[in-house]
């Protein structure tokens, strides 16, 4: 029974902590497909609700009057056309009176004329004496709003904000960033685990010791060698290849950690045999330990995806602010500093961000902790 009570409270606290990971992602999930003015009233979590707004409009001018049965009519909408299942529930004239009269009630103006609006935002608008206005009556109400949810967000952020230029550019630096460092690193941890040469514990010493070195202390270093070496072979100081040798460099002391210990962890006896069959190291390398190794390196490549999609500091600094160059990061922080107040550009913008990660994660998912316990536990 203890033990049954134990189990149960493991698994409410793991479902617990699911629930607060995964709300922050629903929360903009439903907010980045929301309409934008009842996002920027209301929280996402009253998004399958009605909501209340208070709004106004305007009717036309004594432009377009008509005369009937001897009176002056001016009517209209005052949604424009736009109601999007929009219903009137109070309307007024003044600031104090925008929630006195009902929606189809008749109100009378100072002038005397007498103004009906009704829920749908039609009005009628009546005098006895020809309308001189030039600017049409001011009307303010109450209206509620059924749930709208929309893809203008996605549209409007991918083709006039830049970020689909962005997505793009990203992808341009992550995936060789991705796949140079697993390549070099794999062929560096099978030396250090299975090939006996001098200075090998030196080396895993120093790879062990990089680990622990902040990029920030590194980057200005590797930035000046950069500027000083890419000159000579003429290549450009602010581009892809530059960014593509920093995410590597940075990269490799965990790459090479992680499946050097992986690495070390599998049989001895398989590489024995390969061996006492004429096997050399290349063949063993490419045909047993890369395939064994797949879930180290799936391991490390959502590491190093993750790092380097969600990065903006060696982004900015070895590609620097060029709009055609710019990565989602980049262009998500000007969003913020010139968009700011408009919630849904910022919503969808960060989740079109965090969409390929995701991707990414649950995707190769079920080999990240095998990877990451068979490589720590069995380390030799």
Do not use: C
Request: no cysteine; hydrophobic share 50%; charged share 15%.
């Amino acid at each position: 029974m203890r033990m049954d009570m134990s189990r149960f409270l493991t698994h409410a606290l793991l479902l617990l902590m699911v629930v607060l990971w995964t709300l922050p992602t629903v929360g903009l999930l439903v907010s980045s497909i929301r309409d934008k003015d009842q996002l920027s009233v209301t929280g996402w979590w009253s998004a399958l609700t009605t909501t209340e707004r208070t709004d106004q409009g305007r009717t036309d001018a004594a432009a377009a009057q008509v005369q009937e049965n001897g009176q002056y009519v001016i009517s209209g909408d005052l949604f424009d056309g736009d109601a999007a299942g929009r219903q009137i529930q109070f309307f007024g004239v003044t600031n104090s009176t925008y929630n006195d009269n009902a929606a189809g009630s008749t109100i009378t103006l100072k002038n005397g004329s007498n103004l009906t609006v009704n829920a749908d935002g039609s009005y009628r608008w009546v005098s006895a004496e020809p309308f001189e206005t030039t600017r049409g009556q001011r009307v303010l109400y109450i209206a509620e709003t059924p749930p709208r949810f929309t893809l203008e967000n996605y549209a409007e952020v991918l083709e006039s904000e830049g970020i689909g230029r962005s997505f793009i550019n990203s992808f341009t630096v992550t995936i060789p960033a991705t796949i140079i460092p697993i390549l070099i690193a794999a062929f560096a941890a099978y030396a250090l685990a299975w090939m006996q040469f001098p200075g090998r514990s030196v080396l895993v010493a120093v790879v062990v010791g990089l680990l622990v070195v902040p990029l920030q202390m590194s980057l200005i270093p590797i930035l000046r060698l950069y500027n000083g070496v890419m000159p000579l072979f003429g290549a450009e100081s602010k581009s892809y290849l530059g960014i593509w040798l920093a995410h590597t460099g940075f990269g490799l002391p965990l790459a090479i950690y992680l499946l050097r210990n992986y690495m070390a962890s599998l049989p001895k006896e398989i590489m024995e045999s390969a061996r006492m069959d004429g096997a050399s190291h290349f063949n063993i390398f490419t045909t047993m330990v890369l395939p064994l190794s797949f879930p180290a390196l799936a391991s490390f490549a959502i590491f190093q995806f993750l790092w380097v999609w969600n990065d903006l500091l060696v982004a900015t600094v070895f590609l620097g602010n060029n709009d055609r160059q710019l990565v989602l990061t980049g262009r998500l922080r000007e969003l913020i500093g010139s968009r700011g107040d408009n919630w849904e550009i910022l919503t969808s913008g960060a989740f079109i961000s965090i969409i390929v990660p995701l991707v990414v994660f649950f995707a190769l998912q079920r080999y990240f902790v095998r990877g990451l316990l068979a490589g720590s536990v069995k380390g030799g």
